[in-house]
């Protein structure tokens, strides 16, 4: 948690699958939060499936509403996946 590593360049070229926004890469603070979710087993991805894994770092959405996982330095950019963020910012 908190050592991922994204190339720049890649980075710069990933987006949402869904609306084409732009990703950054999510705070320490969040991923924290969301990992104690996964722990408790109360956070689920948009598809309403819980998240089981435990998050290596995120991309958040430019709108701040989803976040795609990252784990083992792969992004995880599909839609099901993506996790709503609006109860945790």
């Known amino acids: 948690m908190g050592n991922v590593n994204l190339d720049k360049d890649l980075l710069a070229i990933l ?3 869904e609306t084409k926004q ?4 999510a705070d320490e603070p969040l991923i924290e939060r ?10 689920r991805n948009k598809a309403g499936q819980p998240v089981k894994e435990k998050l290596d770092g995120g991309l958040i ?3 701040r509403k ?4 990252v784990r083992d330095d792969i992004p995880v950019m599909l839609i099901d996946e993506g996790i709503p963020l609006e109860p945790y910012l």
Not at 34 to 43: S, T
Request: one cysteine or more.
């Open 61 to 63: 959405r430019a709108d």
């Open 15 to 17: 987006c949402c699958p």
């Open 34 to 43: 969301l990992n104690d979710q996964v722990a408790r087993g109360e956070l």
């Open 22 to 25: 732009a990703v950054h890469l």
């Open 66 to 69: 989803i976040l795609y996982p």
